[in-house]
């Protein structure tokens, strides 16, 4: 079972999901340590009942505020919907804040891809078809996986497994912030700004705790954790979605960062869904209808993955 990973008190994570009961799928492989640097370097594996494979895989990355949550907790629960059409489903845990500083959690990410290419082999896995998918902290690392491929100072080989490539197939982000110098005045210019000791650029905000200092007082170094700096041909096709009333990332951080997408890949690659009047975490991003909206663009992307 996961050891304890139990963060300080903070209003991000104030009320963390509960487990999500798995016991339905009939082939899981849990807790495998995908490095050795951390206990928190563990994955867990979800196969169709039935085929041969290789199986697509989907990278489950739960979100947290960087300092929460689990791998096993409600929120792999829309992924696991991928095991009907025939997706294998890898969730992952990740050093959190509170444990290790940025780009901690950008290395294991890394190094839990390279390891299920390294692995493919042994759990029916498609080495070549590989899509990241998350929300919020979950949807910020995703798609610093699909932006910084490849970019030496992001990418740990001594976590295992330097021979294989990190890249991904396609990303799946929802309410991921992707600038985060620009989130408070994003928020102010909504009329959603919240009040003084829950703001972005206050010492106690996640992305402060994340990379160890006030982020207003860090500027380069808060370029150096925004994935829209990573921003380069060869990137993978990118499905962002994100709700209109998020008061916690701002709606502005998903459709700027759509814009610059487009302009370097081009507007075929990039596919951004505003949801009208959602919240952050909003229940309707896991109704039926909007997971099966995200599979099928799966279905296209890995279909053609090369």
Partial sequence: MNEPRTPPPHYGIAEQPPPADTTFVKQR????????????????????????????????????????????????LPMLESLKRGYAVVSINYRLSWEAKFPALVEDGKAAI??????AWQYKLDPEKIAAWGGSAGGYLSTMLGTSA???????????NPDQPCHVQAVVAWFGPTNFLKMDEQLTASGLLPPPGFRHNEANSPESLLLGQTITEIPEK?????????????????????????????????????AMLKQVL?????????????????????TPENVARVLDFLDIQLKNAR
């Fill in 266 to 286: 081009g507007e075929e690659m990039i596919v951004l869904e505003l949801l009208e009047g959602a919240e952050h975490a909003d229940v309707r991003f896991e």
């Fill in 150 to 160: 490849g970019i030496r100072g992001l990418e740990d080989l001594s976590l295992g």
């Fill in 29 to 76: 492989f849990l807790d495998i340590a995908y490095a050795t640097r951390s206990p928190a370097e563990k994955l867990d594996i979800y196969l169709p009942d039935s085929g041969d494979g290789p199986f697509s895989v989907i990278v489950a990355i739960h979100g947290g505020a960087f300092m929460g949550c689990d791998k096993a907790d409600m929120q792999v």
């Fill in 114 to 119: 390279r390891w299920i290419r390294a692995n």
């Fill in 222 to 258: 808060v370029r150096t954790a925004n994935p829209e700096t990573y921003i380069r041909p060869g990137a993978p096709p990118f499905l962002l979605q994100h709700g209109t009333k998020d008061p916690v990332v701002p709606v502005q951080q998903s459709i700027e960062f759509a």
